[in-house]
């Protein structure tokens, strides 16, 4: 899987859980974005119902996750993680 098809797979990822609950947003976005990248698919799964439990939104994180899991190479992940921690250490986060 290349970079960009990975950076597409988080965004979708983070998009699950952006709508409602903003207070402590990063925190939250960390902690799914942590697992969804290389927790296990049921962490990751109850990560998202905490925060949505729309029907449809579960399924497409069960697919995402899947879809992860199946085709990230260890690479992919480490490299995904390593741009995550860039953008945890910003001031606006």
């Not at 976005?29 to 799964?45: K, M, N, P, Q």
Request: aromatic letters at 4%; one cysteine or more; hydrophobic letters at 40%.
């Amino acid at each position: 899987m290349t970079q960009a098809g990975a950076l597409l797979l988080l965004c979708t990822a983070l998009l699950l859980i952006a709508g409602g609950k903003c207070d402590d947003i990063c925190p939250a976005l960390r902690d799914t974005v942590d697992l969804f990248i290389s927790g296990s698919h049921e962490a990751y799964i109850e990560q998202v119902e905490k925060y949505n439990q729309n029907p449809d939104v579960l399924e497409t994180a069960d697919i995402l996750k899947s879809c992860v899991d199946e085709n990230l190479t260890p690479q992919d992940k480490q490299d995904a993680l390593s741009a995550l921690n860039k953008i945890y250490s910003s001031s606006l986060c």
